[in-house]
């Protein structure tokens, strides 16, 4: 007798070092449709999926693909079965080129008596046919560090669906891709269900899972809280059964009042003519100015040039009525700046290090006794108070940040810019990967240090948080300050996508 489901989870547990990570899970997949995956960071959501495509190894537990218990050992066994995985953390080799990076592992050969060749022609032939399948027209020869991290993403999804897969998991894959790449990304999957195969869908934004999955599972703390079908339920309950509380009012009040002027930009522009050029602005005290744009509006770039991450070909930026030279980000952070980059792990994290290690690496300086021994004391107490604060889960400070969720990652660097008591936050996407509980935490730090008077400059591709936290909101098209608006009135949706469409 055929089963009911294409995939089956019973009885899932997972402990690593001081962490039940996941306990007597449960999860059940039909064929053709989408399977939405809820639960705040740290609920075991990743994990699971991990497990299943034989990552990591499940301390108790059965997987069964069409009613047929199996056992997976490693992800080319899962891949061999018909298992595929869009993760929500890149791992690209970014010196070779689309192609090589669609096929690594399984190169097409073709042979020469007993030598074998990698067969580059067919390798971009097929990698050009799997790009189109997914509505991405780019090169596939390109060198994959020049593309974006939204093509980056896309080019795994691309790859997941080369596999002809029976069962994908989509893990956040929408959380780096354009208003249109979402689109497309969608058609595929109504697609992929026509054909019968079945997704598991890991994503925070609520939007998507109402309109995209057919049933939703909800874990919260490692264990396993019940499956609905999608339909039945609200957006409102979704989030209580995540949180195991009602959550109101995500977006804090705006109750505060911008002082005087404390950082002014004055037409800065990149020495690569094709990103930002010409861009001017001011930042006020205890304000939270909202960046909006498209993708490819050079935001990211803008302000990676303000940091010294990127070099300037002209400009003046002024802090506190000083004009400062930064060239690097230490100078920057002499200046009293600090930036949460939107690539949490390609240059947010240090993967091999502790949380103390994540936390403390830019207040170590502050904390020697003697000038060149660290006061490990004090670096424990900052530590101890950001990990209490923003409800850092994890077993001690000692614990790899590699070894926590994204979201709980991201709190980290959060924390380490804190510790450094900037005058001026750059925060780049700050919710990138967060579920709505943590979010809900991160705007009300933010809202916390304007009050104080820090300004934030606020990067968000999701418009009702950029319309929901900014007191003012500065938009960009293809490198060009297109339009402000500082009128509460005015900051509408449609306002900033005029301005964000107007080149």
Request: charged residues 25%; negative net charge; aromatic residues 6%.
């Amino acid at each position: 007798m055929a089963s009911e489901y294409k995939l089956e989870l019973r009885g899932v547990s997972k402990s690593f070092p001081g962490v039940k990570a996941l306990d007597n899970v449960q999860l059940a997949v039909r064929p053709g449709t989408v399977h939405a995956l809820m639960g705040e960071n740290g609920a075991g959501k990743s994990t699971l999926m991990k497990c299943l495509f034989g990552i990591y190894k499940m301390d108790a537990g059965e997987v069964l693909i069409d009613g047929q218990k199996v056992v997976i050992n490693n992800p080319d066994e899962a891949m061999k079965m018909g298992i595929a995985m869009v993760h929500q953390e890149l791992q690209p080799v970014l010196a070779r080129s689309v192609g090589e990076n669609m096929y690594l592992g399984r190169f097409p050969v073709k042979k020469f008596g007993p030598i074998q060749f990698i067969d580059h022609k067919k390798m971009y032939e097929e990698t050009e046919k799997w790009l189109n399948e997914v509505d991405m027209h780019f090169d596939a020869k390109a060198q994959l560090g020049t593309l974006s991290v939204g093509q980056m993403q896309s080019v795994e999804i691309a790859k997941a669906v080369s596999h002809d897969a029976k069962v994908i998991i989509f893990d956040e894959p929408t959380s780096s891709l354009s208003d249109n790449e979402v689109e497309a990304l969608f058609r595929i999957m109504e697609n992929l269900r026509k054909r019968g195969v079945a997704m598991i869908y890991i994503s925070h934004k609520m939007d998507e899972i109402k309109r995209i999955a057919d049933d939703v599972t909800v874990m919260r703390d490692g264990t396993y809280i019940g499956t609905w079908p999608a339909a039945e339920l609200t957006i409102d309950d979704i989030i209580a059964k995540m949180v195991g509380r009602e959550l109101t009012n995500i977006y804090p009040a705006k109750d505060r009042t911008p002082g005087e002027v404390i950082m002014e930009v004055k037409d800065v522009s990149s020495i690569h003519e094709k990103s930002f050029q010409n861009v001017s602005f001011t930042l006020r005290k205890g304000e939270i100015l909202g960046f909006g744009g498209l993708v490819g509006a050079q935001r990211t770039e803008l302000m990676e040039g303000l940091f010294g991450i990127r070099n300037l070909s002209k400009g003046e930026i002024y802090v506190h009525g000083k004009k400062v030279n930064i060239k690097n980000p230490k100078d920057a952070m002499n200046a009293g700046i600090g930036m949460i980059t939107e690539d949490r792990r390609g240059n947010g994290i240090f993967g091999c290090l502790s949380i103390k290690d994540n936390v403390g690496v830019t207040v170590y300086n502050k904390y020697l006794n003697a000038g060149f021994v660290l006061n490990h004391g004090k670096i424990n107490k900052v530590v101890d108070d950001s990990i209490e604060k923003l409800r850092i889960k994890t077993p001690s400070m000692n614990e790899h940040i590699a070894n926590l969720s994204g979201g709980n990652q991201q709190k980290v660097i959060v924390s380490r810019w804190l510790a450094n008591d900037p005058d001026i936050l750059i925060m780049d996407e700050p919710t990138r990967g967060i579920d709505v509980g943590a979010k809900h935490e991160i705007y009300e730090i933010m809202t916390d240090l304007a009050k104080q008077g820090k300004a934030i400059i606020m990067i968000s591709s999701e418009m009702a948080e950029l319309l929901g936290m900014s007191d003012r909101v500065v938009v960009m098209c293809n490198g060009k300050k297109t339009g402000e608006i500082d009128n509460e009135a005015e900051m509408t949706q449609e306002k900033v996508m005029s301005y964000a469409t107007m080149f």
